[in-house]
């Protein structure tokens, strides 16, 4: 395993991000069981933050922890075939997103990610960048005039990147009010959070999950405001092709070979996948920010400096390498997505470890990123290690927060440039401050996030 290799400056104080302590002993099966489904990523103890390689098994199922930057590479990318995704994730997300770019596998994965990739190429989202922009003023101005309150930026910044979303997919034209599109949106993603201990036992699928019941009619009410926003959209194209919004909608109607259904699935997805992913990490990085006072001024300086001068949104993310590298480090700190678990198909080896068909193997983003042979002081925030002249310093395999290979996040350049347009836009003229004795408790939903929320104190800088 590749040991750190990166030049951080030996002296500064740096900010020691918190975190679930590793438990120094390996869990019995209750406790086991009630910190899965409570909070995954507290199950992890010592070891798996020092060692390569961890082998065990769940149900008889064996399964191996690879926080080996050349095993990760092996698995996702080299021989990325063998693997699908893991049965529990499945369970999990496949009845919501049913056939969307995330849940789906083999043949109908490979056509849909050839007719979705066109529509994240650079020049569309050079041309989303300005909906982002514009969206995230006036987002930064109802900060402002809130000044000297307390509010929840968990909270916050889900309504900011679900309002940018949804700019960027619909442009606001959607078959309903934007109010109870709103709500009838955060009830279906409510119930994409939690692991139910069923599916962690492995209990099939026809056995009623509670959470998911409650779920089932804000779902299908949530499906039908889709399906009619769609046929909304299309026959707005089929009367005056010129009058559509070029929205990632009208992109996904126009995209070869994708079914009513599927386009359907798709946005479904996007709105699963793209809205609370980035809303975490911005949170993440205005708290990091704040406890870190160094470091804040430097982005500041950077975006007093700069961000006058700079044009077109499309390039604020490369002309802001400070500020890019805090939500870069925030991510890596908090990643939104914290495992990205396979099942192997047929058997394999990764490093000296032999993988039976059918293991699990873990890689696992919120462990390989603070891994004490990856990195130079793991737990703590130093932004700087991002610097584009630092950047060669991180293996690719080491850092992972919108995976690697062929299921690599279709959305991080869309999600990149949102967040620095977001944090430029918002940092400009206030400050976040984080006046709680105890610092947050970090939880894993499907997202990492600040259990019950992130009180933060908006005051104007300038
Ligand atoms: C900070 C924000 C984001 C993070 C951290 C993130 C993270 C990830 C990760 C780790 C994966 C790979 C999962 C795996 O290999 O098991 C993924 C896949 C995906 N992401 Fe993102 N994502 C973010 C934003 C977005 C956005 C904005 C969109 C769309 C608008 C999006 C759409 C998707 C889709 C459709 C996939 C599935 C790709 C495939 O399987 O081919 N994500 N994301």
Redesign the pocket.
Known sequence: MSTTTETLPATGRFFRAPAPVPHAQPLGFVSFVRTATSNPIEIWGTRAFKEPYIVGSWLGVPNIVVNDPAGVRHLLVENARNYV?QPLRQRILRPLLRDG??TAEGQL?RRT?KAIAPIFTPRHISGLTETMQARSEIFAEGLAAREGRELDLSHEMAMLTFDILQATLFSNDIASDPDSFAQSTREFLGSMGKIDPLDLLGAPAFLPRLRRLKGKKSMTYFRGLIAETIEKRRGRIARDPESAPNDLLTLLIKADGLSSAEIEDNLI??MG??HE??AR?LAWTLYLLSQAPQERALVEAEIDAVLPTLGHPSEWADKLPHTRAAFEEA?RLYP??PS?NRTALSPDKVGPIDIPAGATVLVMPWLIHRHEMLWDRPDHFIPNRFLPENRDAIDRYQYL???VGP??????S??LNEAVIALALMLKHLRFDYEQAAAPEVVQRITVQPAGGLPMRVVRRR
Do not use: E
Not at 407 to 412: D, E, K, S, Y
């Open positions: 995704m770019l995330l994965w990610r997805t996007f996948a793209g992913t980035t990490s991510m939104p997505a990205l927060p919108f995976g299921r690599v996040c279709i959305g991080a869309f999600a």
